[in-house]
């Protein structure tokens, strides 16, 4: 994307906010803030745009930085040792990335946009910046990404989407 098209974008966390509220999948991110508490949360989230078939994680890669999904669908793949290929899919209002964040690990599958998608990612680095600013918001982020990782884990399925 080139900076003319990404300074046309317009983002507005209350659009992630929203996709969170109205998302029924069962890796939504529980995030429940107020509209200042999100307003805080967005000096530490980077927005981000993706267009279809572009790569947004690798796996194998050694990087902590977690992103929520805004719009769009993104597939995660994950190749076994036998060469097995297993994906799940991950829409609005829910999450990518929660698996290093917490582990310091290395990425356990690749993620690739399956259609146009606006992200807000968050760094460690940033989530400390907001944990010693606003401890009650990173309070409430850790426990919605924790909640995430724990429904994944819980079902087959999506245990392939915990990157």
Known sequence: MNAS???????????????????????????????????????????????QGQVLIE????DRTVYFVESGSLTVHYEDDRERIRIAMVGAGSLLGEGAFFSHLPRSA?????????LW???PLRFRELSVRHADVALDVTMAMSTVLARRMYNKLKRVAVT
């Not at 046309?8 to 508490?37: F, K, S, T, W």
């Not at 690749?110 to 606006?118: I, L």
């Open 5 to 51: 098209s990404a300074a046309a974008l317009r983002y507005d966390i209350q659009d992630l906010a929203q996709a969170m509220r109205h998302c029924n999948a069962l890796d939504a991110v529980p995030l429940n803030l107020n509209e200042g508490q999100w307003n805080s949360l967005a000096n530490y989230l980077q927005p981000l745009s993706l267009f």
């Open 59 to 62: 796996q194998g890669v050694k």
């Open 110 to 118: 690749s993620v690739h946009a399956g259609s146009d998608c606006r």
């Open 121 to 123: 990612c968050m760094t």
